[in-house]
């Protein structure tokens, strides 16, 4: 199989560990057990005797009942047998794709998104069809595009909800009418929505699982509930031959969830309202602060983020993404994902997650780097 290098990753993997200012990831401020332990109230001690005291078994393979009903509890619709465990939401998309499309499937993504969306099914030799999100539309499906795209025989169409990189929210009417296009085609719909909760006003963001019989939702404990290092994650659907192949094929790649990944999990999402709490006051706290720094300075312009982590923010120099977004990781220590690993000329992803000083020094850095810039 042949596939495209992973762009982001491949960044992110070469500058994250030493970078002064990481203002490029996309995980709300992580915490450590301890922290969770402290957000949640629970005795800490009494879980790590108990767990402690477990034999390191394979445990249950299809998912700790603790944790899938957990998962159950970010849906409207859905019961522990709707959902399918894994090695984090990397390790969901990859295998919605293994188990669902084969050579000659029409796939439908969006773009920009992440790239699993889109690579992994050409790799699979799907008919890959993209459909492009502008600015000037918020970065929101056209559906007339769409409806060209979705021929008789379509087999899936790929979203994410809220987007990455760029911050745009698929509304719950938006959302409906992706629906009726998939239905008209019996079409599955993925969505990537890894970032789903993380919202900007306490309003409650509709997930496709619920809304539709062919829906696939992926979702994670990373990036809402700042567990990244559990690797752990999920699919989502109420489809009983998506279901039935993503069981079967999950033997070759899965056989089970760590341990002790899935029981911090049902203790997190078992006081999931508390980390939402947190982590919604976290992102909201901090887009006010990268709202401010685009107004204030003059290089820059974005498309403001209405949920998630992150925000495309486009720059005004003649200079290629990856060249700047290097150059200014050396200069100063801002350290960024260049819009080009999204193909998005001339702009680069801010996370603007992280902790609310490192989010203010590596916006002072990039405008310190801009005005080296200028001086040339």
Not at 115 to 139: C, F, M, R, T
Not at 233 to 253: E, F, P, Q
Request: net charge negative.
């Amino acid at each position: 199989m042949k596939i495209k290098a992973f762009a982001v990753e491949e960044w992110m993997n070469e500058y994250e560990v030493n970078a002064r200012y990481n203002i490029a990831e996309t995980c709300v401020d992580s915490v450590s057990v301890d922290e969770l332990f402290a957000l949640t109230g629970s005795d800490k001690e009494a879980f790590l005797q108990q767990f402690c005291a477990r034999r390191l078994t394979y445990g249950d393979i299809l998912g700790a009942p603790a944790f899938k009903e957990g998962v159950c509890s970010l849906y409207r619709t859905l019961q522990p047998e709707h959902i399918v465990t894994t090695h984090g939401a990397s390790g969901a998309s990859h295998h919605v794709f293994y188990s669902l499309v084969e050579p000659g499937d029409r796939v439908i993504s969006i773009m920009p998104t992440y790239q699993q969306l889109y690579s992994i099914p050409e790799s699979y030799g799907a008919d890959l069809q993209l459909l492009h999100l502008k600015q000037e539309n918020d970065y929101l499906p056209d559906l007339d595009e769409l409806r060209a795209l979705a021929t008789p025989g379509t087999k899936m169409i790929c979203i994410n909800n809220p987007n990455n990189p760029t911050g745009a929210l698929m509304d719950t009417t938006l959302l409906r009418r992706i629906v009726e296009i998939a239905r008209g085609v019996d079409a599955y719909v993925l969505c990537d929505e890894v970032y789903r909760h993380l919202m900007q006003e306490d309003i409650w963001s509709e997930s496709v699982v619920d809304m539709y019989e062919k829906g696939i939702s992926l979702g994670s404990m990373s990036k809402v509930f700042s567990l990244a290092g559990l690797r752990l994650g999920w699919v989502a659907t109420r489809d009983k031959a998506a279901l039935a192949a993503m069981i079967s094929h999950r033997d070759y790649n899965h056989i089970s969830c760590g341990l002790f990944d899935e029981a911090l999990a049902a203790e997190a999402l078992a006081h999931k309202d508390v980390l939402l709490q947190r982590n919604c006051a976290i992102v909201r706290e901090n887009l006010a602060i990268l709202d401010a720094w685009v107004a204030s300075e003059p290089h820059v312009r974005y498309t403001k983020p209405q949920a998630g982590t992150t925000a495309l923010v486009y720059y005004d120099y003649d200079i290629p993404s990856r060249e700047l977004c290097h150059e200014m990781y050396h200069t100063t220590g801002a350290f960024v994902v260049p819009g080009d690993c999204f193909e998005q000329p001339r702009s680069m992803r801010i996370g603007y997650a992280c902790d609310k000083v490192e989010l203010q020094c590596g916006l002072a850095a990039i405008s310190e780097y801009f005005a080296l810039l200028d001086q040339r």
